[in-house]
Structures are given as C-alpha cells and as structure tokens.
C-alpha cells in the first residue's frame, strides 16, 4: 500500500469509526436490563438506572435520542446490526465491572476490539490479544497514522485520529471503553499509555 492509499484508507477507518462515536438512536426501556438474560448471562446496560460499585458509566436514557454506539462487552456489532437489534428488542450495551464474565447474545454495541474488528474488516470478532495476529508494531511514533492504533493486547485497543499538537505528546482518539460505557472521540496521554505498555500497531497488508 502506498503512502497516498494508506491515508485514504486511515480517512476512512476514522470516518466510520467517527460514525460509531457520533451514532443517534432511540432506545425505550424494553433496551435495558440488569440480572441474568433468558442464557445465564450477567448483563448490565450502560443507562442512567445503572451504578456500578466500581464502574459509573451509566449515561444513555430511554425515550428520547442518544448519541454513541454504547459498550458491550463480547459485541462486535454493525451500525446495521445494532439498529436490527433495537428493533428486535436486545438489550443496549453491556458494561460488566467482572470481566471473566461471558458476554450476552442479548445485547447489541461494541467492546474495544469488537470497534477494531468491524472497522478493519477482520474475519472474525477478535479479543485484545489476538492483535499481533493481524498488525505489526512500529516503533517509531512518527510513523503513526490515522487508522492506525494504540494497544496494550490483553487490555484495549483505540484509534489514533490525529496528534493535538506539534509536540506529539496527546492525541486524538476513538475507542470504546466501560469507563465512558460507549463509543467516543477524547484525547489521551501518549507518554502515559506507553508507560503502561502500550505501542503503536498497524494492520498488516
């Protein structure tokens, strides 16, 4: 791929995933639950009825509009399927503080690498660990583009949109976490991140 392709195609990684952290929709309150689902999974909606004892991400509400494809841990869902999912009643998100916990089929939304699935097109719903796999490091930050992401395998993954200033020590991203409970655009630490373990991966060709 050549420099010119790869930045049309980081464009449009971050313009879908932009479409994702900018999503509106309508829920009711048949879209939110708390228990244990008609399969004996835990599920915990991210919504404003919802507390968690560590987590408090509880942010969509019912009958009127949201913005943000919510989390759900275990769910790679499509903006498609996650209108198709409202419709058929699913659950919206799932935000578990235990996450040895299996995800629900109940919900509909995206985990971190459910986003990092749908977007690069990867054949299958993939967990953080599995992103060597399909990337490779690069060790030089100047090398990092849009579309490219920052990962800690094991633990998440996000988007790299674009750095907040020449220095390059913020930048711009998208990803999807329980601590927002959704899909959102912020900015991040780049030397904490690689502190914490933290590198830049890019999909293979």
């Known amino acids: 791929m050549t420099e010119a392709e790869?930045?049309?195609?980081?464009k449009t990684i971050i313009s879908k995933a932009l479409?994702?952290?900018?999503?509106?929709?309508?829920?009711?309150?048949?879209?939110?639950?708390?228990?244990?689902?008609s399969m004996g999974r835990?599920?915990?909606?991210?919504?404003?009825?919802?507390?968690?004892e560590t987590l408090h991400c509880g942010w969509w509400k019912p009958n009127q509009w949201n913005i943000g494809i919510p989390y759900g841990w275990g769910n790679g869902s499509t903006l498609e399927a996650f209108a198709k999912g409202l419709t058929e009643g699913k659950y919206a998100g799932n935000v578990p503080e235990d996450t040895s916990r299996y995800g629900s089929h109940c919900t509909v939304g995206v985990d971190c690498s459910g986003l990092l699935t749908v977007l690069?097109?990867?054949p299958k719903k993939i967990?953080?660990?599995?992103?060597?796999?399909?990337?490779?490091?690069?060790?030089?930050?100047?090398?990092?583009?849009?579309g490219d992401v920052l990962a800690k395998p094991g633990s998440h993954v996000m988007f790299f949109m674009d750095f907040t200033a020449a220095d390059m020590k913020r930048a711009i991203i998208v990803d999807s976490t329980?601590?927002?409970?959704k899909v959102s655009q912020r900015e991040a630490?780049?030397?904490?991140?690689?502190?914490?373990?933290?590198?830049?991966?890019?999909?293979?060709?």
Do not use: C, M
Not at 6 to 10: D, L, M, N, P, V
Not at 178 to 181: D, I, L, W
């Open 127 to 146: 967990a953080t660990r599995d992103i060597p796999l399909f990337a490779d490091v690069l060790d030089d930050l100047t090398r990092i583009r849009p």
């Open 189 to 205: 630490d780049l030397g904490q991140l690689f502190s914490e373990g933290y590198q830049i991966f890019r999909k293979k060709e």
């Open 120 to 122: 690069w097109e990867l």
């Open 178 to 181: 329980r601590s927002t409970g």
């Open 6 to 10: 790869r930045s049309i195609w980081g």
């Open 19 to 37: 479409e994702y952290a900018n999503y509106r929709w309508y829920p009711t309150e048949k879209h939110l639950f708390h228990g244990i689902d």
């Open 42 to 52: 835990y599920v915990d909606t991210p919504d404003t009825t919802w507390t968690g």
